[in-house]
Nanobody
Framework: QVQLVEFGGGLVEIGGSLKLSCAAS????????MDWFRQAPGKEREFVAG????????GYAVSVKGRFTISRDNANNNLYLQMDSLKPEDTAVYYC??????????????????WGKGTLVTVSS
């Protein structure tokens, strides 16, 4: 089993920046792809960003491309999401997720095997 815990959420002003972290523990050798998803109030959960096992491939939702940067530190089992130029529509609970096995890359929610409990990001003036 793998456990995922997110850190770094909070209240930030429009146009500001925030960096989320996700710490993985347990059978971390099982982890291949790691993604960030988010769920805004009253909306379905959606893909935000994903990164392959070695970090060489990344993907982003259109809504965050150019503003958010995903990265991972496999030596310390951490996943990050640097969020810049934040907008009110970025307000959501952000979830760290991981797929196991040989998956090279995926941004599909149902492909994720492990989930964190989420961290709330609120963007407000």
């Amino acid at each position: 089993q793998v456990q995922l815990v997110e850190f770094g959420g909070g209240l930030v002003e429009i146009g500001g920046s925030l960096k989320l972290s996700c710490a993985a523990s347990g059978r971390t050798s099982d982890i291949s792809v790691m993604d960030w998803f988010r769920q805004a109030p009253g909306k379905e959960r959606e893909f935000v960003a994903g990164i392959g096992r070695a970090g060489g491939f990344t993907g982003y939702a259109v809504s965050v491309k150019g503003r958010f940067t995903i990265s991972r530190d496999n030596a310390n089992n951490n996943l990050y999401l640097q969020m810049d130029s934040l907008k009110p529509e970025d307000t959501a609970v952000y979830y760290c997720a991981a797929a196991s096995g040989t998956t090279v890359y995926t941004d599909v929610e149902s492909d994720m095997h492990y989930w964190g409990k989420g961290t709330l990001v609120t963007v407000s003036s």
